[in-house]
């Protein structure tokens, strides 16, 4: 996320900058519950697909199982491991693409004050208003992603990431497919 969003940008920036270094802990902080929850279910996405459960992982880190339950929680209208794990990617870049950038232009060479900034436009308030709603992630978006997919390359994709197909989605034939959805 550091190196592919906005707000990663902001953070090499503000880090670059000697005078910035409280705003670097800022934007950090900011961010946390946004990149921690990312990194945490992606881990144990991995360790789901490669040796089983990530729940003894997990023992040793309580803090983190709220993040990953949560997460699961709000995507759990997704069929697939490999889908899940695409959305909360998604989840993580919309969260994390902010104007941030555009704002640190306009105060430069101040540094930007956070607690001027909406609450839409910090990766943590946009994590809290995407997870406002107690559904989670609408059916219907993974209802038209599927279907996009099935439209365009058959159901071979889709079938790959039925539970006890293994790592048979991470196949690079679907690619294209996991692109689309």
């Known amino acids: 996320m550091t190196d592919t969003t906005a707000w990663g ?54 803090d983190y199982v709220g993040l990953v339950d949560r997460l699961d929680r709000h995507l759990a209208a997704i069929p697939g491991e490999h889908r899940r794990s695409l959305a909360a990617t998604a989840l993580a870049r919309a969260c994390m693409q902010t104007p941030v950038i555009g704002q640190l232009a306009a105060a430069w060479p101040q540094a930007l004050t956070p607690g001027g900034l909406r609450e839409i436009d910090v990766p943590d308030g946009r994590l809290r208003a995407l997870y406002r709603d107690p559904a989670g992630l609408p059916a219907e978006v993974v209802t038209a992603a599927d279907e996009a997919v099935l439209a365009e390359f058959g159901p071979q994709p889709l079938s790959a990431d039925l539970p006890g197909a293994g790592t048979a989605a991470l196949d690079d034939r679907f690619d294209e497919a996991w692109a689309r959805w």
Request: contains cysteine.
């Open 9 to 62: 940008a902001a953070l090499v920036l503000a880090s670059q900058v000697p005078q910035w270094a409280r705003l670097f802990n800022q934007l950090l902080e900011l961010c946390r519950t946004t990149h921690e929850s990312f990194a945490t279910y992606m881990s144990c996405s991995v360790v789901a697909a490669s040796t089983g459960s990530p729940e003894a992982a997990l023992a040793s880190y309580p």
